[in-house]
């Protein structure tokens, strides 16, 4: 199995509430069948109805915890960046879990959880480059 | 905030645990402070200690219910390959939760849980193309 992230799916429960959310942050989604779809720079964001993602993948289903045990990163370039896209995040709907500030890593970041409790982190992250077109450069740490 | 996603964290129990199954399946993590990261196309993967990260996030966890809500998503580039990735995952060590079949959407796929109930879908589809290194294409589906 090469080591390859293709689409990572959401589960939402309100797929309208879910796309609106999306798309008031900027993102900009296409609907097929229920389905919608976003670029998200070189990888695909999708949203699904949660029943019909927990069927389609063959697990049960007893209903929304606390905690999905999965957070998503949005890396940027700059802690001032990461108090503007909260603030925008805020502004959607987005509820803050974690309010911008410094990190143990040395970096500055904020998080949110969207609609439907799944949690995004807004980070600067000083040791982590970004390029040109803000896809991550993981660093060589030295270690195995 | 612009459409990209850095890195997923999977919240993990046991650490080693993980990081194991994922080097059984071929991928090459790096370890830095508890900390286990994989390049994974463009976006990283990480494993982080579960309560760690619901801390970090600012988030309550009652621990791992039936589904996390969310799926992760490997294309392959046919139904032979979905298969043979099926195959490696039982072999490292992961639970099938949808034997190899066809899709609804025209494609072959299967899908398996890693030792955290962290849900992967092995998916042939011919919709979405892949480019030379792997990753995704998402189609211009001329809806909004």
Redesign the interface.
Known sequence: ???????????VTDLERARAFYER????????EETV?????????VLWG?DK??L????????????????????VRSAEEVEQ?AA??EAAGATM??PPGETFYGGYAA?F?DP????W???YNPG?A?RED???I?P??G??
Chains 1, 2 share one sequence.
């Open positions: 199995m090469e080591p390859r992230l293709s689409l990572i799916t959401l589960g942050l900027g993102w900009r989604g296409q609907e097929v779809f976003f670029e998200a720079g070189g990888v695909v964001l949660r993602l927990a389609d993948s063959g697990v049960a289903d007893t209903g929304r915890d606390s905690f999905d045990g999965v957070v998503l990163a949005h890396n896209v925008a995040a879990t974690r998080c959880s439907d409790g799944h949690v982190e807004i980070s982590f970004l803000g896809s991550i993981l060589d740490f270690t195995d």
